[in-house]
């Protein structure tokens, strides 16, 4: 199969298996169809096929840094691309659209997502110690939030590690007025003590960091406000966006990050002009 040549990729939101064990990185060929696009934030989500040697099917969303490429994607387009994994990132750097096909039914895409600008969903859940956490009692602090699963071996160990460099790398006085959140999708399998594992297995300062969980219909409400995707519930597929969201101590959206590529700097600096009362960039 013949692909065509990019000077940029995707990055794109990955399914992911049990562990910390990353494939090899590489450039592998993958197929799938598009979901759905957003020329904004230069994201399309595709529901894959297996790619073998990298991951299972999934529906994600993929950055899309040309212009050129994303235009000619659209939902429902049956497409051909080549996944390479730098390591950190899944980027597409060829993309060819080889037929048409319904795709299988997720209602994934960003223009979901809880919007910038705007107060970030409510939610209590329960932390990596079982103490009821609420984005009320994190008033006052500027906040990281994402989503993940401990039963994890692609984007959210890597984003967890992202984050971690993130946090880590922080000046002393703005570590000591930020907080990090990470919320399972797959609360049917983290409980507790899971979340806490998953953390301390990566060092995680858990006095500013913590790992939500609660009851499958609880967590559900609180992906689905937050527009992220579908936890796991029972063995069922877990499809899910790849969003960060930074939220300022009023409660309030500042910023969404989409995908997996953004750099540990652009993070950091976000939160000191956040913290230091400057808007974010």
Same mark, same amino acid.
């Given at each position: ?42 994201? @399309?989500?595709? %529901? ?5 040697? *990298?991951?299972?099917? =999934?529906?994600? #969303?993929? +950055?899309? $840094?040309? &212009? ?65 956490? @609420?984005?009320? %009692? ?5 906040? *990281?939030?994402?989503? =993940?699963?401990? #039963?994890? +071996?692609? $984007?959210? &160990? ?124």
């Amino acid at each position: 199969m013949r692909f065509l040549p990019l000077l940029m990729g995707l990055v794109l939101a990955v399914a992911c298996g049990p562990s910390d064990r990353h494939p090899a990185q590489g450039i592998y060929d993958a197929t799938g169809v598009v979901v759905s696009t957003n020329a904004e934030y230069a994201q @399309a989500v595709i %529901d894959h096929d297996d790619i073998e040697g *990298l991951m299972p099917a =999934m529906t994600m #969303n993929f +950055d899309v $840094p040309d &212009p050129a490429l994303l235009g000619r994607l659209a939902p429902g387009q049956r497409v051909a691309f080549r996944v390479q994994f730098t390591g950190r990132a899944y980027r597409v750097i060829d993309a060819q659209v080889v037929g048409e096909s319904g795709s299988r039914g997720t209602q994934l895409g960003i223009e979901n997502a809880a919007p910038a600008d705007e107060p970030a969903p409510d939610f209590a859940l329960v932390d990596q110690d079982g103490s009821t956490l @609420a984005l009320a %009692d994190l008033r006052g602090r500027a906040l *990281l939030l994402d989503f =993940m699963y401990t #039963n994890c +071996d692609g $984007p959210c &160990p890597i984003q967890t590690a992202a984050h971690v460099e993130v946090l880590n790398g922080l000046p002393d006085e703005v570590r000591e007025r930020v907080h990090f959140v990470s919320i399972s999708l797959d609360p049917a399998r983290d409980d507790p003590p899971a979340m806490r594992a998953y953390a301390e297995a990566r060092s995680i300062d858990l006095e500013r960091w913590s790992f939500l969980t609660g009851d499958a219909e609880t967590v559900a409400g609180v992906l689905e406000r937050y527009g992220v995707g579908v936890g796991g519930t029972d063995g069922d597929q877990i499809e899910h966006m790849i969003i960060t969201y930074l939220i300022d101590g009023e409660g309030v959206v500042i910023k969404r990050y989409l995908g997996m590529d953004h750099a540990t700097e652009e993070l950091q600096a976000d939160l000191v002009r956040l913290v230091s009362g400057a808007p974010a960039a």
